[in-house]
Protein backbone atom coordinates (compact mmCIF):
# COMPACT_ATOMS: atom_id res chain seq x y z
CA UNK A 1 0.00 0.00 0.00
CA UNK A 2 1.34 3.08 -1.18
CA UNK A 3 1.17 5.83 2.31
CA UNK A 4 -1.28 8.39 -0.11
CA UNK A 5 -3.37 5.32 -0.12
CA UNK A 6 -4.02 5.32 3.98
CA UNK A 7 -7.35 5.15 5.09
CA UNK A 8 -6.21 5.69 8.87
CA UNK A 9 -3.35 6.79 10.15
CA UNK A 10 -2.14 5.62 13.71
CA UNK A 11 0.64 7.98 14.88
CA UNK A 12 2.90 5.92 16.82
CA UNK A 13 3.84 2.43 16.85
CA UNK A 14 3.75 1.49 20.47
CA UNK A 15 1.21 -0.83 22.80
CA UNK A 16 -1.94 1.62 22.07
CA UNK A 17 -0.91 1.98 18.35
CA UNK A 18 -0.20 -1.41 17.55
CA UNK A 19 -3.71 -2.73 19.26
CA UNK A 20 -5.60 0.22 17.75
CA UNK A 21 -4.36 -0.93 14.54
CA UNK A 22 -5.26 -4.89 14.94
CA UNK A 23 -8.81 -3.64 16.64
CA UNK A 24 -9.66 -2.10 13.21
CA UNK A 25 -8.04 -4.77 11.04
CA UNK A 26 -10.22 -7.29 13.20
CA UNK A 27 -13.36 -4.95 12.07
CA UNK A 28 -12.07 -5.18 8.42
CA UNK A 29 -10.53 -2.25 7.87
CA UNK A 30 -7.90 -2.07 5.41
CA UNK A 31 -5.29 0.56 4.03
CA UNK A 32 -4.22 1.00 7.99
CA UNK A 33 -0.85 2.95 8.15
CA UNK A 34 0.59 2.97 11.40
CA UNK A 35 4.10 5.22 11.44
CA UNK A 36 6.89 5.88 13.79
CA UNK A 37 9.34 8.50 14.27
CA UNK A 38 11.98 5.58 15.76
CA UNK A 39 13.87 3.31 13.93
CA UNK A 40 11.72 0.22 14.85
CA UNK A 41 8.53 -0.74 16.49
CA UNK A 42 7.41 -1.42 19.29
CA UNK A 43 7.10 2.22 21.40
CA UNK A 44 8.62 2.40 24.73
CA UNK A 45 8.24 -1.49 25.73
CA UNK A 46 11.04 -1.93 23.16
CA UNK A 47 13.86 -0.67 25.21
CA UNK A 48 12.63 -2.02 29.07
CA UNK A 49 14.01 -5.87 29.25
CA UNK A 50 12.31 -6.50 32.82
CA UNK A 51 9.47 -8.83 33.14
CA UNK A 52 6.11 -7.54 33.41
CA UNK A 53 4.62 -6.02 30.67
CA UNK A 54 1.22 -6.59 28.44
CA UNK A 55 0.20 -8.71 31.78
CA UNK A 56 -3.87 -6.86 31.64
CA UNK A 57 -3.82 -7.25 27.71
CA UNK A 58 -2.73 -10.61 27.16
CA UNK A 59 -2.75 -12.45 30.91
CA UNK A 60 1.47 -13.34 30.30
CA UNK A 61 4.12 -11.90 32.63
CA UNK A 62 6.16 -11.23 28.90
CA UNK A 63 9.85 -8.34 28.87
CA UNK A 64 8.54 -5.37 26.95
CA UNK A 65 10.38 -6.25 23.70
CA UNK A 66 8.54 -10.07 24.22
CA UNK A 67 5.62 -7.98 24.30
CA UNK A 68 5.96 -5.61 21.27
CA UNK A 69 6.73 -8.46 19.11
CA UNK A 70 3.53 -10.55 20.23
CA UNK A 71 1.75 -6.95 19.10
CA UNK A 72 3.17 -6.68 15.82
CA UNK A 73 3.21 -10.07 15.17
CA UNK A 74 -0.56 -10.09 15.47
CA UNK A 75 -1.20 -7.25 12.77
CA UNK A 76 -2.46 -8.92 9.72
CA UNK A 77 -0.02 -7.66 6.44
CA UNK A 78 -2.97 -7.21 3.97
CA UNK A 79 -4.41 -4.89 6.50
CA UNK A 80 -1.68 -3.38 8.36
CA UNK A 81 1.49 -1.41 6.72
CA UNK A 82 4.05 -0.40 9.73
CA UNK A 83 6.79 2.38 8.67
CA UNK A 84 8.87 3.82 10.99
CA UNK A 85 11.80 6.40 11.16
CA UNK A 86 8.70 8.53 9.78
CA UNK A 87 7.88 11.66 12.49
CA UNK A 88 4.08 13.13 11.84
CA UNK A 89 4.66 16.74 12.20
CA UNK A 90 0.68 18.01 12.37
CA UNK A 91 -2.67 17.05 11.83
CA UNK A 92 -4.31 19.31 10.00
CA UNK A 93 -8.68 19.71 9.58
CA UNK A 94 -10.17 17.08 7.01
CA UNK A 95 -8.04 15.31 8.84
CA UNK A 96 -4.69 15.99 6.76
CA UNK A 97 -1.48 14.50 7.85
CA UNK A 98 1.97 15.78 7.75
CA UNK A 99 4.76 13.29 7.96
CA UNK A 100 8.42 13.48 7.24
CA UNK A 101 10.29 10.34 6.92
CA UNK A 102 13.02 9.20 6.03
CA UNK A 103 12.26 7.13 2.99
CA UNK A 104 9.04 8.78 2.91
CA UNK A 105 10.16 12.24 2.67
CA UNK A 106 7.74 15.41 3.04
CA UNK A 107 4.01 14.17 2.25
CA UNK A 108 0.51 15.27 3.94
CA UNK A 109 -1.69 12.30 3.69
CA UNK A 110 -5.65 12.48 3.53
CA UNK A 111 -7.15 9.25 5.53
CA UNK A 112 -10.81 9.18 6.80
CA UNK A 113 -9.35 9.25 10.10
CA UNK A 114 -6.42 9.23 12.78
CA UNK A 115 -5.44 7.65 15.83
CA UNK A 116 -3.19 9.96 18.25
CA UNK A 117 -1.08 7.37 20.20
CA UNK A 118 2.15 8.99 21.10
CA UNK A 119 2.77 7.75 24.51
CA UNK A 120 4.43 9.82 27.24
CA UNK A 121 8.09 11.41 28.18
CA UNK A 122 10.33 12.02 30.96
CA UNK A 123 11.18 15.88 32.32
CA UNK A 124 14.65 15.62 32.09
CA UNK A 125 16.45 17.29 35.15
CA UNK A 126 16.10 20.64 33.40
CA UNK A 127 12.76 21.13 33.55
CA UNK A 128 12.64 19.36 37.29
CA UNK A 129 14.66 22.98 38.56
CA UNK A 130 17.24 20.22 40.09
CA UNK A 131 20.05 22.85 41.12
CA UNK A 132 23.56 22.35 40.62
CA UNK A 133 26.66 21.72 38.25
CA UNK A 134 25.94 20.69 34.82
CA UNK A 135 28.01 17.67 34.24
CA UNK A 136 29.25 16.58 30.84
CA UNK A 137 27.86 12.72 31.56
CA UNK A 138 26.39 10.91 33.89
CA UNK A 139 23.03 12.69 34.10
CA UNK A 140 19.94 10.41 33.03
CA UNK A 141 16.69 9.68 32.42
CA UNK A 142 14.92 6.28 33.05
CA UNK A 143 14.36 6.11 29.41
CA UNK A 144 18.01 7.24 28.13
CA UNK A 145 19.42 4.47 30.73
CA UNK A 146 16.57 2.04 28.91
CA UNK A 147 17.59 3.10 25.39
CA UNK A 148 21.60 2.79 26.58
CA UNK A 149 21.14 -0.63 27.73
CA UNK A 150 18.88 -1.77 24.79
CA UNK A 151 21.02 -0.47 22.35
CA UNK A 152 24.38 -1.94 23.78
CA UNK A 153 25.52 1.96 24.67
CA UNK A 154 28.18 1.89 27.58
CA UNK A 155 26.94 3.66 30.52
CA UNK A 156 30.60 4.12 31.71
CA UNK A 157 29.42 4.84 35.61
CA UNK A 158 29.73 2.39 38.62
CA UNK A 159 27.40 3.63 41.74
CA UNK A 160 24.43 5.23 40.55
CA UNK A 161 21.67 7.39 42.22
CA UNK A 162 18.15 7.21 41.61
CA UNK A 163 15.43 9.68 41.94
CA UNK A 164 12.00 9.11 42.31
CA UNK A 165 10.22 5.78 43.96
CA UNK A 166 7.40 5.33 41.51
CA UNK A 167 7.09 1.55 39.71
CA UNK A 168 9.62 2.87 37.25
CA UNK A 169 12.19 3.71 39.19
CA UNK A 170 12.17 0.11 40.50
CA UNK A 171 12.55 -1.13 37.06
CA UNK A 172 16.05 1.00 37.36
CA UNK A 173 17.13 -1.52 39.90
CA UNK A 174 17.34 -3.80 37.19
CA UNK A 175 18.21 -1.94 34.23
CA UNK A 176 21.25 -0.28 36.20
CA UNK A 177 22.32 -4.04 36.87
CA UNK A 178 22.72 -4.82 33.01
CA UNK A 179 24.58 -1.59 32.74
CA UNK A 180 27.37 -2.68 35.24
CA UNK A 181 25.81 0.14 37.94
CA UNK A 182 25.41 -0.84 41.07
CA UNK A 183 22.36 1.54 42.65
CA UNK A 184 24.07 3.27 45.96
CA UNK A 185 20.65 4.92 47.01
CA UNK A 186 16.80 6.41 46.40
CA UNK A 187 15.73 9.43 46.69
CA UNK A 188 12.19 10.35 46.87
CA UNK A 189 10.71 13.91 47.44
CA UNK A 190 7.49 12.23 49.20
CA UNK A 191 6.49 11.22 52.33
CA UNK A 192 6.22 7.30 51.40
CA UNK A 193 7.51 4.84 48.49
CA UNK A 194 4.98 5.81 45.42
CA UNK A 195 5.37 2.23 44.04
CA UNK A 196 3.90 -0.91 46.41
CA UNK A 197 5.59 -1.89 49.43
CA UNK A 198 6.78 -4.97 47.98
CA UNK A 199 9.16 -2.95 45.56
CA UNK A 200 10.54 -0.79 48.66
CA UNK A 201 11.48 -4.10 50.46
CA UNK A 202 12.73 -5.77 47.69
CA UNK A 203 14.97 -2.74 47.47
CA UNK A 204 16.00 -2.87 51.02
CA UNK A 205 16.65 -6.37 50.84
CA UNK A 206 19.31 -6.21 47.93
CA UNK A 207 20.75 -3.25 50.28
CA UNK A 208 19.59 -0.25 48.74
CA UNK A 209 18.79 2.19 51.13
CA UNK A 210 15.28 4.62 49.89
CA UNK A 211 15.53 8.24 51.20
CA UNK A 212 11.98 9.66 51.80
CA UNK A 213 11.18 13.46 52.13
CA UNK A 214 14.43 14.56 50.42
CA UNK A 215 15.60 16.21 47.26
CA UNK A 216 18.71 16.80 45.27
CA UNK A 217 20.34 20.40 46.46
CA UNK A 218 23.42 20.08 44.46
CA UNK A 219 25.23 17.77 41.87
CA UNK A 220 29.26 17.96 41.99
CA UNK A 221 31.55 17.22 39.12
CA UNK A 222 32.49 19.00 35.88
CA UNK A 223 33.38 16.08 33.17
CA UNK A 224 31.33 13.50 35.28
CA UNK A 225 28.99 13.10 38.35
CA UNK A 226 30.98 12.66 41.41
CA UNK A 227 28.32 12.96 44.04
CA UNK A 228 25.41 14.57 44.75
CA UNK A 229 24.22 16.63 47.98
CA UNK A 230 20.65 15.17 49.35
CA UNK A 231 18.64 17.22 51.40
CA UNK A 232 16.48 15.61 53.76
CA UNK A 233 15.08 15.47 57.74
CA UNK A 234 18.51 14.44 59.30
CA UNK A 235 19.98 17.76 57.13
CA UNK A 236 22.46 17.44 54.17
CA UNK A 237 24.03 14.42 53.37
CA UNK A 238 26.91 13.70 50.49
CA UNK A 239 26.44 10.41 48.68
CA UNK A 240 29.47 9.96 46.02
CA UNK A 241 28.50 8.46 43.02
CA UNK A 242 29.31 9.11 39.34
CA UNK A 243 25.23 8.78 37.55
CA UNK A 244 22.12 9.91 38.41
CA UNK A 245 19.24 8.68 36.89
CA UNK A 246 15.94 10.96 37.33
CA UNK A 247 13.25 8.41 37.14
CA UNK A 248 8.84 9.42 36.79
CA UNK A 249 7.61 12.64 36.05
CA UNK A 250 5.96 11.40 33.08
CA UNK A 251 3.67 14.03 30.98
CA UNK A 252 1.89 13.11 27.47
CA UNK A 253 4.41 13.66 24.24
CA UNK A 254 1.87 15.76 22.92
CA UNK A 255 3.74 18.11 20.78
CA UNK A 256 1.86 16.78 18.03
CA UNK A 257 -1.34 17.62 19.70
CA UNK A 258 -0.52 20.80 20.06
CA UNK A 259 0.92 21.72 17.01
CA UNK A 260 -2.26 20.65 15.73
CA UNK A 261 -4.40 22.83 17.27
CA UNK A 262 -5.93 20.11 19.02
CA UNK A 263 -7.64 20.95 22.53
CA UNK A 264 -5.11 19.89 25.22
CA UNK A 265 -6.39 19.39 29.09
CA UNK A 266 -4.24 21.42 32.08
CA UNK A 267 -4.97 18.38 34.00
CA UNK A 268 -3.17 15.60 32.12
CA UNK A 269 -1.00 17.36 29.75
CA UNK A 270 -2.44 15.29 26.94
CA UNK A 271 -6.16 16.29 24.10
CA UNK A 272 -9.29 16.59 25.60
CA UNK A 273 -11.07 13.07 24.50
CA UNK A 274 -14.34 12.13 25.33
CA UNK A 275 -15.24 8.34 26.73
CA UNK A 276 -15.04 7.34 23.24
CA UNK A 277 -11.58 8.75 22.41
CA UNK A 278 -12.69 11.70 20.07
CA UNK A 279 -10.65 14.67 20.44
CA UNK A 280 -11.71 18.35 19.79
CA UNK A 281 -10.81 17.41 15.93
CA UNK A 282 -13.41 15.81 13.37
CA UNK A 283 -12.06 12.16 12.43
CA UNK A 284 -8.96 12.44 15.02
CA UNK A 285 -9.43 10.06 17.93
CA UNK A 286 -6.01 9.34 20.83
CA UNK A 287 -5.61 6.68 23.07
CA UNK A 288 -3.01 5.20 25.26
CA UNK A 289 -0.44 6.96 27.66
CA UNK A 290 -0.85 10.30 25.37
CA UNK A 291 -4.06 10.90 27.47
CA UNK A 292 -2.70 10.92 30.72
CA UNK A 293 0.47 9.57 32.62
CA UNK A 294 0.84 7.30 33.13
CA UNK A 295 -0.93 3.49 32.96
CA UNK A 296 0.65 0.14 32.09
CA UNK A 297 1.31 -1.18 28.50
CA UNK A 298 -1.22 -3.92 28.82
CA UNK A 299 -3.81 -0.89 29.67
CA UNK A 300 -2.49 1.11 27.15
CA UNK A 301 -2.77 -1.71 24.73
CA UNK A 302 -6.75 -2.35 26.33
CA UNK A 303 -7.49 1.65 25.55
CA UNK A 304 -5.97 1.36 22.00
CA UNK A 305 -7.85 -1.51 20.99
CA UNK A 306 -11.07 0.26 22.77
CA UNK A 307 -10.41 3.37 20.58
CA UNK A 308 -9.44 1.39 17.42
CA UNK A 309 -13.16 -0.25 17.77
CA UNK A 310 -14.66 3.03 17.99
CA UNK A 311 -13.03 4.07 15.00
CA UNK A 312 -14.33 1.44 13.15
CA UNK A 313 -17.59 2.30 14.33
CA UNK A 314 -16.84 5.88 13.34
CA UNK A 315 -16.05 5.18 9.69
CA UNK A 316 -19.02 2.44 9.42
CA UNK A 317 -21.52 5.23 10.27
CA UNK A 318 -22.15 3.61 13.94
CA UNK A 319 -20.61 6.20 16.05
CA UNK A 320 -21.27 10.15 15.04
CA UNK A 321 -19.15 12.94 15.96
CA UNK A 322 -21.39 14.65 19.21
CA UNK A 323 -20.09 18.22 19.74
CA UNK A 324 -22.38 18.35 22.54
CA UNK A 325 -21.10 15.77 25.24
CA UNK A 326 -21.15 17.22 28.25
CA UNK A 327 -17.20 18.71 30.19
CA UNK A 328 -16.29 16.84 33.20
CA UNK A 329 -13.98 19.44 35.48
CA UNK A 330 -12.48 18.21 38.77
CA UNK A 331 -13.16 19.23 42.06
CA UNK A 332 -11.08 19.21 45.82
CA UNK A 333 -8.40 16.11 45.74
CA UNK A 334 -7.68 15.77 42.05
CA UNK A 335 -5.48 16.89 39.24
CA UNK A 336 -7.58 15.83 35.92
CA UNK A 337 -10.10 13.39 35.10
CA UNK A 338 -9.64 11.82 31.82
CA UNK A 339 -12.19 11.48 29.79
CA UNK A 340 -13.13 15.25 30.25
CA UNK A 341 -15.92 14.75 28.08
CA UNK A 342 -19.55 12.88 28.57
CA UNK A 343 -21.44 12.33 25.44
CA UNK A 344 -24.66 10.83 25.37
CA UNK A 345 -23.98 6.85 24.54
CA UNK A 346 -26.10 6.46 21.34
CA UNK A 347 -24.32 4.32 18.18
CA UNK A 348 -22.06 1.61 19.42
CA UNK A 349 -18.57 2.39 20.47
CA UNK A 350 -17.11 1.31 23.85
CA UNK A 351 -16.36 3.54 26.86
CA UNK A 352 -12.32 4.43 27.69
CA UNK A 353 -11.83 3.75 31.74
CA UNK A 354 -12.45 6.87 34.03
CA UNK A 355 -9.04 7.73 35.15
CA UNK A 356 -8.37 10.29 38.20
CA UNK A 357 -5.34 11.73 39.50
CA UNK A 358 -4.95 12.12 42.96
CA UNK A 359 -3.00 15.40 44.59
CA UNK A 360 -3.70 13.88 48.30
CA UNK A 361 -3.62 10.50 50.46
CA UNK A 362 -6.82 10.35 51.93
CA UNK A 363 -6.94 6.80 54.36
CA UNK A 364 -10.93 7.03 53.97
CA UNK A 365 -12.50 9.27 51.55
CA UNK A 366 -15.20 8.82 48.49
CA UNK A 367 -15.35 9.32 44.86
CA UNK A 368 -18.07 12.24 44.04
CA UNK A 369 -19.88 13.45 40.95
CA UNK A 370 -22.20 16.36 40.89
CA UNK A 371 -23.90 18.03 37.91
CA UNK A 372 -26.08 20.96 37.95
CA UNK A 373 -26.07 21.30 42.05
CA UNK A 374 -26.64 17.74 42.72
CA UNK A 375 -24.42 14.99 43.57
CA UNK A 376 -24.99 12.53 41.31
CA UNK A 377 -23.41 9.38 42.71
CA UNK A 378 -21.25 8.92 45.67
CA UNK A 379 -18.95 6.11 45.74
CA UNK A 380 -18.03 3.45 48.68
CA UNK A 381 -14.94 4.83 51.19
CA UNK A 382 -11.89 3.84 49.69
CA UNK A 383 -8.48 4.52 50.68
CA UNK A 384 -7.18 7.07 47.86
CA UNK A 385 -3.38 7.66 47.18
CA UNK A 386 -1.45 9.66 44.61
CA UNK A 387 0.41 8.60 41.55
CA UNK A 388 -1.93 5.37 42.29
CA UNK A 389 -4.32 3.95 39.42
CA UNK A 390 -7.79 5.54 40.74
CA UNK A 391 -10.83 5.15 38.45
CA UNK A 392 -14.37 5.47 38.38
CA UNK A 393 -17.27 3.28 37.44
CA UNK A 394 -18.85 4.42 33.79
CA UNK A 395 -22.00 4.25 35.43
CA UNK A 396 -20.90 7.04 37.84
CA UNK A 397 -21.02 9.45 34.85
CA UNK A 398 -23.95 8.05 32.91
CA UNK A 399 -25.96 9.88 34.66
CA UNK A 400 -24.11 13.41 33.65
CA UNK A 401 -24.79 12.71 30.25
CA UNK A 402 -26.44 15.68 28.82
CA UNK A 403 -25.82 18.29 31.74
CA UNK A 404 -24.31 21.13 31.20
CA UNK A 405 -21.49 20.19 33.50
CA UNK A 406 -19.96 17.83 35.24
CA UNK A 407 -17.51 17.62 38.37
CA UNK A 408 -15.58 14.75 40.08
CA UNK A 409 -14.06 15.36 43.27
CA UNK A 410 -12.81 13.70 46.54
CA UNK A 411 -14.18 14.06 49.95
CA UNK A 412 -13.06 13.26 53.09
CA UNK A 413 -15.34 10.35 54.60
C1 LIG B 1 11.36 2.92 32.30
C2 LIG B 1 9.98 2.39 32.09
C3 LIG B 1 9.61 1.17 32.63
C4 LIG B 1 8.31 0.67 32.44
N1 LIG B 1 7.98 -0.54 32.99
C5 LIG B 1 6.77 -1.07 32.74
C6 LIG B 1 6.42 -2.38 33.22
O1 LIG B 1 7.21 -3.04 33.89
N2 LIG B 1 5.20 -2.88 32.90
C7 LIG B 1 4.30 -2.17 32.15
O2 LIG B 1 3.22 -2.70 31.85
N3 LIG B 1 4.58 -0.93 31.70
C8 LIG B 1 5.78 -0.36 31.97
N4 LIG B 1 6.08 0.88 31.51
C9 LIG B 1 5.01 1.67 30.84
C10 LIG B 1 4.83 1.27 29.37
O3 LIG B 1 6.04 1.39 28.69
C11 LIG B 1 3.76 2.18 28.76
O4 LIG B 1 2.55 1.99 29.48
C12 LIG B 1 3.46 1.89 27.30
O5 LIG B 1 4.64 1.90 26.53
C13 LIG B 1 2.48 2.95 26.75
O6 LIG B 1 2.15 2.64 25.43
P1 LIG B 1 1.78 3.78 24.37
O7 LIG B 1 1.53 3.06 23.10
O8 LIG B 1 0.76 4.65 24.92
O9 LIG B 1 3.09 4.69 24.22
P2 LIG B 1 4.65 4.36 23.84
O10 LIG B 1 5.00 2.96 24.13
O11 LIG B 1 5.40 5.43 24.48
O12 LIG B 1 4.65 4.55 22.25
C14 LIG B 1 4.51 5.81 21.65
C15 LIG B 1 5.20 5.79 20.29
O13 LIG B 1 4.85 6.99 19.59
C16 LIG B 1 5.98 7.39 18.82
N5 LIG B 1 5.83 8.83 18.51
C17 LIG B 1 5.73 9.86 19.39
N6 LIG B 1 5.53 11.02 18.72
C18 LIG B 1 5.51 10.71 17.39
C19 LIG B 1 5.34 11.49 16.19
N7 LIG B 1 5.11 12.81 16.23
N8 LIG B 1 5.38 10.83 15.01
C20 LIG B 1 5.57 9.49 14.95
N9 LIG B 1 5.74 8.71 16.04
C21 LIG B 1 5.70 9.31 17.25
C22 LIG B 1 7.16 7.08 19.73
O14 LIG B 1 8.35 6.93 18.98
C23 LIG B 1 6.71 5.76 20.38
O15 LIG B 1 7.21 4.63 19.67
C24 LIG B 1 7.37 1.42 31.69
C25 LIG B 1 7.75 2.65 31.14
C26 LIG B 1 9.03 3.15 31.34
C27 LIG B 1 9.41 4.46 30.75
Given at each position: ?????????????G??????A???????????L??D??????????????A?F???????????P???????A?L?????TV?P?????A???????????????????????V????????????A????G?????????TG???????R?V?V????????G????????????RRA???????I????R??S?????WA??????????????????GD???????V?????P????????????D???DA????????A???G??????D?????S?????AA???LR?V??S??????????G????A????????????????VG????????Q??A?P?????????CL???V?M??A?L?????G??????A????????????????L????G???????????
Open positions: MSPVDASIVVVGAPAGLAAHALAQRGERRIVLRDDAPGGLPRFCHHGGWEFTHRLETGRFARRLLADPEAVIRTTVLVHPGPEVEILGAELGHQRLRPRAVLATGIRERPRSRLVPRRPERGVLTQLQQFVAGAGGRRAVVVTEHVAFSVLFTAGLAVVAMGAEDVMYAGAAARLVGVPIHLDSSIEDIEARVEAVIRGPGGRRIACDTVVFCGFIPPLVAASGILDRTAGPIVQFGRTAPGVFGNLAESGRAAIEGARVGNVGYLGGRLGWDASATPIGSGLAYAMPRWAGGSGEALAIGALDPQRCVRAEATRWMGPTRILRKRRLTLPPAAAAVAARAAEISVEGA
